[in-house]
């Protein structure tokens, strides 16, 4: 394919000069407000930075559905993921067609308006099966569509006022313009780019200085810093990791730029996308890996996308992306000669030695040896400053289970052998103490029940954050909110659901309260298990039984849990 030469030119940006951003300013104060989400942030920025070029808005239904179907937008330019402003059904029902809305960031703050041609209810599921393969939860992406997003779409023209505030690492960030300014000020004409959102280890810093080697070109490290995938280290650290990586290169080879992304782990489609992106910030060359922007395994278990879809789909629109693929050589240490070579360059007999990432995590977590050939010690450094041993982080017990099937007895004996134990503060969020306190407006709705599990998570979110140990005992009825909360904290810290699996039988034979008795007569209503639903947990931490066992073994059970998990020091 013939790349042609495309950043001497600017590219087009949605924004308003400074004057008329003003005026704009005064005038969308009487315009109907869209708060976006984190992830609509994201996409509104390179929106308006011209990194999702062609792009000029979030899409309409005809250009939705020609990306969904076959990665066109409705003009046939190639466009693989759809880029949505996902609203809440009260909201698109105040909306007129052609109405201005403003566009603002949490705080409040306007970034764009944008012109409503467009609202429509999408079919997720057809979303989910075109764009990512499956309508299965298991993908990050889809768990978004189906649980996040709200269940309208809204398209229409943006016209940009200010970009979404950035207080962090503010030198390291360029838009597309910025950095094709920066490689003409440079004489840079070839530039590959490596797109990540891991920290680097040796390995990837040989694969991507032997990809510019290759493709004689100047390297751009390019790594997302919008949202990832959930459990990703945090950007902060990771562009600490990046920056220690950069001085490991030969001196002006090489440079370094956040890229506000959101992505979507939609491997194949996310690798053109991705390329796309690329082109717009002003390079020549993408590393395109083995399974590029994975999601992980399926709800049966398996890959979504095979190890290399992603380079053929890339390979089969490269000219039209406009970029060249250089595809990932898979890096190996060879002992013997105490350096990384190509995996399939590597006669027979050698050894080669490897760290997966998930051997990464489990020596991170115990606080054990990661060696020199493995990553540069500055990396290391940061990421023990991130991670302490497992044993040292807060965590998360979360007992689930019907009305008196045990869970604040277990959750309470639990918390007097942790405080036996010492070392980090435990706090019991039980589901009266915190209906009584965090909830006392709420009832039993599905709503309701969601709302205080979200409380319940959020608190337990920070707690386990801050190094503490949060024991939460709510019934939790639904799948997809305990889901939503496990989330919420394992950024933080590990999650441990336990389902309490007395029965229903069981429960209302005991009925402690007395509440099962007016539930039959029907003096309460929603009453789980009697008159409301319990969604069991399939794949709980542990599952204890309490039929037949005293409290004091239900919580030793636990505590051997959280030692087998290196929570606590056995
Ligand atoms: S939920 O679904 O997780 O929000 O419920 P939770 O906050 O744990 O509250 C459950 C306690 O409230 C009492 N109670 C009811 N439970 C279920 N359904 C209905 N309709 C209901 N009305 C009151 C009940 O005592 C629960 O306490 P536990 O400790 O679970 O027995």
Redesign the pocket.
């Known amino acids: 394919t013939k790349i042609v030469q495309s950043n001497l030119t600017p590219i087009p940006e949605l924004y308003v000069s400074y004057e008329s951003a003003q005026k704009l300013k005064v005038e969308a104060a009487d315009l109907v407000s869209w708060d976006l989400t984190p992830r609509q942030i994201n996409d509104l920025e390179l929106l308006m930075n011209g990194g999702f070029n062609p792009l000029k808005g979030f899409l309409t239904e005809e250009d939705y559905d020609g990306v969904v179907e076959n990665m066109r937008l409705a003009d046939g330019s190639l466009w693989p993921m759809p880029i949505t402003l996902d609203v809440s059904e009260d909201f698109a029902a105040k909306l007129e067609e052609g109405q201005d809305i403003a566009l603002r960031d949490q705080e409040g703050v306007i970034l764009a308006t944008m012109t409503v041609t467009d609202n429509w209810v999408p079919n997720k599921a057809r979303e989910a099966e075109k764009v990512f393969g499956a309508d299965d939860i298991a993908h990050p992406a889809v768990n978004y569509l189906h649980n996040t997003a709200g269940p309208v779409y809204l398209g229409g023209p943006i016209v940009g006022i200010q970009p979404p505030t950035h207080y962090d690492f503010r030198a390291r960030r360029d838009t597309p313009n910025e950095l094709r300014a920066y490689f003409r000020k440079l004489g840079w004409r070839r530039i590959v780019a490596f797109q990540t959102r891991n920290p680097l280890h040796r390995a990837h810093q040989e694969l991507t200085f032997r990809a510019a080697k290759e493709a004689q070109a100047n390297l751009l490290i390019h790594p997302v810093v919008g949202m990832t995938k959930p459990g990703d280290v945090d950007h902060f650290t990771r562009v600490r990791c990046y920056e220690a990586v950069l001085d490991k290169y030969p001196q002006s080879t090489t440079t370094m730029s956040l890229l506000p992304l959101a992505m979507r782990m939609g491997g194949p489609r996310e690798a053109v996308w991705h390329g796309l992106i690329r082109k717009n910030h002003g390079v020549t060359h993408f590393i395109v890996g083995r399974d590029h922007a994975g999601p992980g395994k399926n709800s049966a278990g398996e890959d979504f996308y095979g190890p290399y879809e992603a380079q053929d789909l890339f390979r089969e629109y490269e000219s039209e992306i406009g970029v060249e693929m250089v595809d990932f050589k898979h890096m190996v240490y060879v002992q013997e000669r105490a350096q990384y070579e190509p995996a399939d360059e590597i006669e027979e007999g050698v050894t080669v030695l490897n760290i997966s990432g998930t051997e990464l995590r489990r020596r991170l977590a115990e606080g054990l040896e990661i060696p020199e050939w493995f990553s540069f010690p500055e990396v290391v450094q940061e990421l023990r400053r991130t991670r302490p041993p497992r044993a040292k982080q807060g965590f998360t017990v979360f007992f689930?289970?019907?009305?008196?099937?045990g869970?604040?007895t277990i959750a309470n004996a639990l918390q007097v052998k942790l405080m036996e134990m010492g070392g980090r503060p435990v706090t019991l969020l039980?589901?009266?103490i915190?209906?009584k306190n965090l909830?006392s407006e709420?009832?039993?709705s599905k709503e309701?029940?969601?709302l205080?599990?979200r409380r319940?998570g959020y608190v337990a979110s920070e707690i386990t954050k801050n190094g503490g140990i949060a024991l939460c005992?709510?019934?939790?009825?639904y799948t997809a909110t305990r889901r939503a909360v496990r989330e919420d904290i394992e950024q933080y810290g590990a999650f441990v659901e336990v389902h309490v699996a007395t029965s229903i039988e069981e429960c209302e034979r005991r009925d402690?309260?007395g509440?099962y008795k007016l539930?039959r007569e029907g003096k309460?209503?929603?009453?789980?298990?009697i008159?409301?639903p319990y969604e069991t947990p399939e794949n709980p931490e542990l599952r204890v039984q309490t039929e037949g066992v005293d409290v004091d073994n239900a919580a030793h059970q636990v505590i051997l849990k959280l030692e087998s998990m290196g929570l606590i020091a056995g």
């Open positions: 689930t289970g019907f009305s008196g099937s869970k604040s039980d589901g009266d915190v209906r909830s709420l009832g039993f309701h029940r969601d205080n599990i319940i005992a709510p019934i939790a009825p402690r309260k509440l539930a309460i209503k929603e009453f789980t298990g008159s409301d």
